[in-house]
């Protein structure tokens, strides 16, 4: 439930029953502003071709795309799903999860409160070192029917972060951007169903799915991509 509300530099400010929750884009590092003018400027389809049901059919789910600055610069914190999960086992991905009643309004500041409430209940994360700063559209998964909200985030006081619950959660990682943007870590994936993508092999994982998607879009509207051989194709039984 939400008690209150205001704006912020055109944005929304809640004071509602998970705390306050704001999007600011003050004091950001420069190197993160093609970031936030790809966030601003960015449309559905340019993300990705599955958008949300028309019919408002899907759960709700937020993620939190967290930037830090590590050791060799801008990094991003992703994490390794269980293998014994139902949904998605074993594929790295941003922390995040479903909403919960408890975070408000799914169409304002919930998917905002329930990308940080799940960060921390992943990686243990402490949400009141991270400065949102932007989100992008809705999205859909097909194959869990989850409606998906990036949220942006400035990893502006780093705390330790790890596994929490192993049922939930392998491991908990971070990743050079750099990396992230060498061609030699780059490639496509081709689902059995024939779906191809974009992928990542970076830090003993192959990055694939929902996931790489939305990091291969950031790179390329925020000015970072590097040419890759797009021909360059892993199994997705590449451990096998």
Same mark, same amino acid.
């Given at each position: 439930? &939400?008690?209150?509300?205001? @704006?912020?530099?055109?944005? *929304? #400010?809640?004071?509602?029953?998970?705390? $306050?929750? !704001? #999007? $600011?884009?003050?004091?950001?590092?420069?190197?993160?502003?093609? +970031?936030?003018?790809?966030?601003? &400027? +960015?449309?559905?389809?340019? *993300?990705? =071709?599955? *958008?949300?049901?028309?019919?408002?059919?899907? =759960?709700?789910?937020?993620?939190? +795309? *967290?930037?830090?600055e590590g050791d060799r610069g801008p990094e991003l914190l992703l994490m390794e799903r269980a293998t014994s999960l139902r949904s998605h086992p074993g594929q790295p991905a941003f922390p995040g999860g479903a909403l919960d009643p408890e975070d408000g309004d799914p169409t304002t500041d919930g998917p905002l409160r329930a990308a940080l409430r799940e960060a921390e209940e992943e990686t243990g994360l402490d949400p009141g070192g991270v400065q949102i700063f932007g989100v992008l559209p809705k999205l859909y998964i097909p194959v869990s029917g989850f409606? +998906? !909200?990036?949220?942006?985030?400035?990893?502006?006081?780093? @705390?330790? #972060?790890?596994?929490v619950d192993p049922n939930e959660t392998a491991r908990v990682f971070t990743v050079p951007v750099a990396d992230l943007t060498d061609p030699a870590n780059r490639a496509t994936t081709s689902h059995p169903s024939g779906h191809r993508g974009p992928a990542f092999l970076v830090e003993s994982a192959l990055v694939w799915g929902f996931t790489a998607g939305i990091i291969d879009r950031i790179l390329h509207y925020a000015g970072w991509e590097r040419p890759w051989d797009r021909e360059n194709q892993v199994p997705l039984d590449w451990r096998a």
């Open positions: 439930m &939400t008690h209150g509300s205001d @704006t912020h530099d055109g944005r *929304l #400010v809640s004071d509602g029953q998970g705390g $306050s929750v !704001t #999007v $600011s884009k003050d004091g950001l590092p420069g190197w993160l502003d093609p +970031v936030v003018r790809a966030a601003e &400027t +960015v449309e559905p389809l340019q *993300l990705s =071709r599955f *958008l949300p049901p028309s019919d408002g059919a899907g =759960r709700q789910s937020a993620v939190l +795309v *967290l930037f830090g409606v +998906v !909200t990036p949220v942006l985030g400035w990893w502006r006081r780093p @705390t330790p #972060v790890g596994v």
